[in-house]
């Protein structure tokens, strides 16, 4: 989580370091003056969608309500402080810079959000009284493991291996087949299944 935060405002600074104007550009004449516009407005109220996307899935809320609540408030925050920080003063290096981290992160926050929240089939198991029971992520990545070793014991030992209608590729099995002379030698199969 915080290597996801460091990384984050990494970007932020690395964005903020690449809009600054270097001396060598030409200088802008008198009668084309910029505004900040509302690329602050805009930029900051992106920011804040997405850590009202971002934050919740961090701290493991799983209400959907959260989702799109904290997204708006988050939006809306940001929008009214990107106005009165950097649009009202007409700040706009600032703003153009606010409105450019707004867009590069979108998709890392969208990106996060959804693996954070990424539900799995096998993400509940129940205790011995019959209760539901959460997993941490850790327990669910190893559960999920379990069940897949085992899907692919019990569909035998083939080349290609059928089990609860999954059809997977896996080194065949090879046995020695024992026998009078003429007779024996080696087996191997070939497709084997679970049905």
Do not use: C
Not at 27 to 34: G, H, I, L, S, T
Not at 82 to 91: A, I, K, S
């Amino acid at each position: 989580m915080q290597a996801l935060l460091r990384l984050m405002g990494g970007a932020i600074v690395i964005v903020g370091l690449l809009a600054q104007p270097s001396a060598t550009q030409a200088q802008a004449r008198p009668d084309d003056e910029v505004t900040a516009g509302f690329k602050g407005t805009v930029g900051l109220g992106l920011v804040g969608a997405e850590l009202g996307a971002v934050i919740p899935a961090i701290i493991g809320l799983e209400a959907t309500w959260a989702y799109l609540v904290f997204p708006a408030v988050g939006a809306a925050g940001g929008a009214v402080a990107g106005y009165f920080l950097l649009d009202d003063p007409n700040r706009v290096e600032a703003s153009v810079i606010a409105l450019t981290a707004g867009m590069a992160l979108i998709i890392p926050a969208l990106v996060t959000t959804l693996a954070l929240t990424a539900y799995s089939p096998g993400d509940d198991a129940q205790d011995n009284a019959g209760s539901v029971v959460r997993l941490s992520p850790s327990d669910r990545r190893r559960a999920q493991r379990a069940r897949a070793a085992q899907r692919k014991a019990s569909a035998g030992a083939g080349l290609l291996r059928l089990s609860e209608g999954e059809l997977a590729l896996s080194a065949p099995g090879l046995a020695l087949v024992p026998g009078p002379r003429a007779i024996s030698g080696m087996s191997m199969a070939l497709v084997s299944g679970h049905f």
